[in-house]
């Protein structure tokens, strides 16, 4: 059975930093596409950022470019994100993903939350 959980959310101040992690377990994923989401209170979910199997192939929506950093460790079938230069608009439940390629996602996780103050 396939599970990811998310760890590394809470409560930070505006400029702050945060690493979530997130752990896939049940099969490996050397091959997959892994990749970060959220979704504020009242607002749809939205792409945050991927990296493809080969480590080279990242890819970040337009307001955290800059700012958050996707990597992988194949090893430990894990996936960061590192956030820094947080703001309030970051403010949203994070959930990790994977799937066989960068926009198709099979497996998802059950989120950590991630609150910024002013």
């Known amino acids: 059975q396939v599970q990811l959980v998310e760890s590394g959310g809470g409560l930070v101040q505006a400029g702050g930093s945060l690493r979530l992690s997130c752990a896939a377990s049940?099969?490996?994923?050397?091959?997959?596409?892994m990749a970060w989401f959220r979704q504020a209170p009242g607002k749809d979910r939205e792409f945050v950022g991927a990296?493809?199997?080969?480590?080279?192939?990242?890819h970040y929506t337009d307001p955290v470019k800059g700012r958050f950093t996707i990597s992988r460790d194949n090893a430990k079938n894990t996936v960061y994100l590192q956030m820094n230069t947080l703001e309030p608009g970051d403010t949203a439940v994070y959930y990790c993903?994977?799937?066989?390629?960068?926009?198709?996602?099979?497996?998802w996780g059950q989120g950590t939350q991630v609150t910024v103050s002013s």
């Open positions: 990296i493809g199997w080969l480590y080279t192939s990242t």
């Open positions: 993903t994977v799937g066989p390629r960068i926009g198709e996602y099979a497996y």
């Open positions: 049940g099969r490996t994923f050397s091959t997959y596409a």
